[in-house]
């Protein structure tokens, strides 16, 4: 057992962790964050995608103890008193969840998606959201909902928000 | 994951190549861990201890200069190489096929090194850095050596590295900077996949050199061709060095087609 320190949504959390247990089975079953999914276990779909230091990754491929003294993102820091975020409420709009399960991972890449690229063109979309797998086939929705949610449905006039 | 074992983040390389002496055979070196990880959840990798080596700081140099070239740390990620200007400015093969590996999740973890290291047939980093005519320096507690990337890749997934070692470093030598290249990888979907084949070309005085990945157990580098060359030629001397396999992804022969197809397209962009 390891004694960790993970700033996890501006909260710190001390865990002590097996060393061979990955980031996202203490974020779920040691701290409880279950927002954070496991589908494949081996970096394929991007279910379970949190921001660490920064960077969006696969918090499967990524032991507990390596992310020591981390700050760390997930789909838990999204809303805020009760309102969920802009690209929440897009999603919400364009029906971009089916099952869900797709979603956090996909909520976490596309927030560092917009640090990165504050208006994505529709290919950057699609390009930047080729790790996250959604099987309900979602896509189409899931790409208009960033396009609403960083202006650029209305400014194209093919919606109007109240 | 499953299976148990302990966990070392040495803040010094000397301190990671002692761990690695007294655990050699039973010691595996973690930087991004997209392979190790996988391999260790699926059973096919049981070590009882896991050296992180991400706190060693000279393993994260990532460095270019006219006289020496690139040179890659074992713990620079392909985001980071990605977003390194002297890459992108003079070593376009690296640039384009690093765009390639996997989904932008696993190039924040995977590096180049890991990706020579576990020496795949379709490893992105493979081909091109054969075209580049790489180099790799491995370090145990008592050894320095330096090996071609050619002698480095011994067949699926082996390696000349030793328990005892790991690799520092891949070097690049400046001979192919600024060269015009390119880098096609077929796969079964738009998105990220395993490549089916890749071809990786570099141009250079009036020679260009090919690299194929996927098409044999290990990544190949062809004989040098002048510019001008007719593609058939190239075609045929792809052909005698590859012995694709069939699997879950295609046919041998349709490996073998493409290999063909692709040389062609990449001779015509790149203007070889």
């Given amino acids: ?162 | 994951m499953t299976h148990e074992f302990r966990y070392h983040a040495p803040g010094s390389l000397a301190e990671a190549l002692e761990l690695l002496e007294r655990h050699a055979g039973d010691a595996v070196v973690l930087s991004g861990g997209t392979d190790l990880l996988v391999n260790i959840r699926s059973g096919l990798s049981k070590p009882s201890h896991v050296i992180d080596i991400k706190q060693i700081p000279e393993l994260k140099t990532l460095n270019y200069d006219g006289k020496n070239g690139l040179t890659i740390g074992a713990c620079v990620t392909v985001n980071e190489i990605l977003s390194y200007e002297p890459v992108a400015e003079s070593y376009a093969v690296l640039q384009a096929a690093g765009a390639e590996l996997a989904t932008y999740q696993l190039r924040n973890r995977a590096t180049a090194v890991g990706n020579i290291v576990t020496a795949s047939p379709c490893g992105d980093m493979s081909s091109p850095l054969l075209c580049l005519d790489a180099e790799v320096v491995i370090v145990s507690r008592n050894n320095t050596r330096r090996v071609s990337l050619r002698e480095f890749i011994t067949g699926v997934k082996t390696t000349v590295l030793a328990p005892n070692e790991l690799v520092r470093e891949i070097l690049v030598p400046p001979t192919y900077a600024g060269a015009e290249a390119g880098y096609k990888k077929l796969k079964r979907i738009k998105g990220h996949d395993l490549g089916v084949i890749a071809v990786a070309l570099v141009k250079h005085g009036g020679l260009f050199r090919v690299g194929i990945s996927s098409a044999a157990p290990t990544p190949l580098l062809l004989p040098e061709f002048a510019v001008g060359t007719p593609p058939e030629e190239v075609q045929d001397a792809a052909a005698a060095a590859i012995s694709p396999i069939d699997d879950v992804r295609c046919t041998k022969e349709y490996r073998a087609f493409m290999v063909g197809v692709y040389i062609e397209r990449l001779m015509s962009e790149v203007g070889a």
């Fill in chain 1, 1 to 162: 057992m390891k004694r960790i320190e993970l700033t996890i949504n501006g909260d710190l959390y001390r865990r002590d962790v097996h060393e061979h247990r990955t980031l996202l089975h203490v974020l779920r079953e040691e701290i409880g964050l279950t927002g954070t999914k496991e589908g494949c276990g081996a970096g394929e779909c991007g279910a379970c995608t949190v921001i660490m230091d920064g960077l969006p990754l696969n918090s499967c491929l990524v032991l507990a103890v390596e992310a020591d003294g981390a700050e760390i993102e997930t789909v838990e820091g999204e809303s805020k008193d009760g309102e969920l975020s802009g690209v929440q409420q897009a999603f919400d709009r364009h029906h971009a969840v089916q099952c869900g399960f797709c979603t956090p991972g996909m909520l976490m890449t596309i927030k560092d998606l917009l640090r990165r690229k504050p208006k994505p063109s529709r290919a950057e979309v699609i390009e930047g959201i080729e790790g996250n797998f959604c099987r309900c086939t979602g896509y189409e929705q899931i790409i208009e909902a960033v396009l609403d949610a960083t202006g650029q449905l209305e400014e194209k006039g093919e919606i109007k928000h109240a």
